[in-house]
């Protein structure tokens, strides 16, 4: 059974970094596209950053361009996304997933808080 387990949230003041990571387990990662999704207070879940299944095509939504970095390391099954710069509108809970058909994400970590203050 597919598991996808985020850590690295947390804490920090605007301008501050963190980088959050994806361990994944029950399924061969390197087959699939992986994607990081955020949820903001009162908000929709909204599209951040994905990668392809072989790390050499990455996506960034136009938030986080430039400030973001997302990568992968298929023989450790996890996918990672560097936050820096961050900014109190980068606060949300943070989702990992897994696209089984090309871009189509539908599998999902359970989210990790993080927290930028002003």
């Known amino acids: 059974q597919l598991q996808l387990v985020e850590s690295g949230g947390g804490f920090v003041e605007a301008g501050g970094s963190l980088s959050l990571s994806c361990a994944g387990s029950?399924?061969?990662?390197?087959?699939?596209?992986m994607g990081w999704f955020r949820r903001a207070p009162g908000k929709e879940r909204e599209f951040v950053a994905a990668i392809g299944w072989s790390a050499t095509s990455t996506y960034y939504a136009n938030a986080v361009k430039g400030r973001f970095t997302i990568s992968r390391d298929n023989a450790k099954n996890t996918v990672y996304l560097q936050m820096n710069s961050l900014k109190p509108e980068d606060t949300a809970v943070y989702y990992c997933a897994l696209a089984s058909m090309g871009y189509e994400f539908d599998s999902w970590g359970q989210g990790t808080q993080v927290t930028v203050s002003s």
């Open positions: 029950g399924r061969t990662f390197s087959n699939y596209a």
